[in-house]
């Protein structure tokens, strides 16, 4: 079960994480995620009694209260952190899995759009590993928000292309300018 963050029980909540290095860490780093008002925080401690020893998970949970997107988003802390990635998932899907895109129209839309030739090998926490200890969690949260933006903004140009055909407009025609030059 998650639980809103309250800065007020920080300290008990980080003293039940057995490794020191992510304790002091972990601490930063919800005190500054709380601040942000963009997002809803909660965390989750997970006591896994094995009979070897008694292991603890901390899942951090943000839900994106950016444009109202209320996307749910988690970061499963190693043991290892912050030298390994937090495991995330979006609304339940791993991050992994957005992070593909397959469709050779989508990559070709992506690479007019941003000049980018995949998600993936550019993500700081995709298939070539680019991830270093001084990245946080807020650096993840920037970074799924851009590609989501990336993602809209094909799925857009994918409309028009087909508003394009179906009206038979020319291909030149610029519905994205018209659209954002409605914009007031
Ligand atoms: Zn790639």
């Given at each position: 079960?998650?639980?809103p963050f309250d800065i007020t029980h920080c300290d008990e909540l980080i003293e039940i994480i057995p490794k020191k290095c992510i304790k002091s860490r972990i601490k930063v780093e919800l005190k500054s995620l709380v601040k942000d008002d963009t997002i809803f925080l909660s965390t989750n401690l997970?006591?896994?009694?094995?009979q070897v020893n008694e292991s603890h998970k901390l899942t951090i949970q943000i839900e994106d209260k950016l444009?109202?997107?209320n996307n749910v988003y988690?970061?499963?802390i190693h043991d290892m952190y912050p030298f390994k990635a937090p495991d995330i998932k979006i609304n339940g899907n791993r991050y992994t899995t957005f992070l593909r895109m397959n469709n050779p129209y989508n990559l070709k839309r992506l690479k007019t759009i941003?000049?980018?030739?995949?998600l993936c090998c550019y993500s700081i926490v995709g298939c070539i590993p680019l991830w270093k200890p001084s990245f946080k969690i807020e650096n993840i949260l920037q970074?799924?928000?851009t590609y989501r933006m990336f993602r809209q903004t094909i799925l857009y140009?994918?409309?028009f292309e087909k508003?394009?055909?179906r009206f038979g407009l020319p291909v030149e025609i610029d519905l994205d300018g018209w659209l954002y030059s409605c914009k007031k």
């Open positions: 079960m998650f639980e997970q006591v896994n009694e094995s444009y109202k997107s988690t970061f499963k941003t000049n980018l030739d995949c970074e799924i928000r140009n994918l409309f508003i394009k055909e």
